[in-house]
């Protein structure tokens, strides 16, 4: 499945794909991520734990920078790991393609997500749901982490993909869409 997010950072392009050079730095601001190794040749060992109330999911597994074309600001990152209670699989591609907009710089994230398992059965517009509230949160951490960076400060981890929020966030969007889908008026 396609997913698609897009957001902006305060911050000029230069500045920010400075800061996409720095793998564990990133991977700190994005919420449930924990890098665990550096495999050398710019691959990585990790987990993934994202938590939707009663729901846990916790995946181990790899992640290499698949791609990186400076001129064009584009990063590509295969990714795979298995569910650590044997419940299922992932893979995905993401691709993060970074372009100026006035001193702002917008990030474009497309991810290729193929789930096996106990994660496949919340199908594509949960799955879809919930990322976009972990987008939203990793805009304000690579946010943060840029100005902290910047002041000389370290970039620590950010806090667990966790908890009543992101499954409620991600029930709300999908409410949303069901609204707009049966209530507002068709174009003539």
């Known amino acids: 499945m396609l997913i ?26 994005l919420p449930g991520a924990e890098l665990t190794e550096d495999l050398g040749e710019e691959a990585y060992e990790g987990r993934v ?61 497309t991810q290729d997500l193929q789930v096996s398992g106990a994660a496949a059965q919340y199908g594509r517009g949960m799955i879809a749901d919930v990322t976009s509230v972990l987008m939203r ?23 667990p993909a966790r908890g009543f929020s992101i499954g409620l966030q991600a029930t709300l969007m999908a409410l949303r869409r069901v609204f707009r889908r049966f209530f507002l008026p068709y174009p003539a």
């Open 4 to 29: 698609e997010n897009e957001f902006a950072v305060g911050q000029p392009i230069e500045k920010v794909w400075r800061f996409f050079d720095d793998v564990p730095k990133v991977a700190a601001c």
């Open 49 to 109: 734990s994202v938590h939707m109330g009663p729901v846990s999911l916790k995946f181990g597994g790899t992640a290499k920078i698949a791609s990186r074309d400076d001129a064009a600001k584009r990063i590509v990152v295969d990714a795979a790991g298995a569910d650590e209670k044997g419940r299922g699989q992932a893979s995905m591609t993401v691709t993060a393609t970074l372009t100026s907009a006035g001193g702002v710089t917008r990030v474009h994230v």
């Open 137 to 159: 949160d990793f805009a304000a951490n690579l946010q943060n982490g840029i100005d902290r960076a910047e002041r000389g400060e370290e970039v620590t981890g950010a806090a």
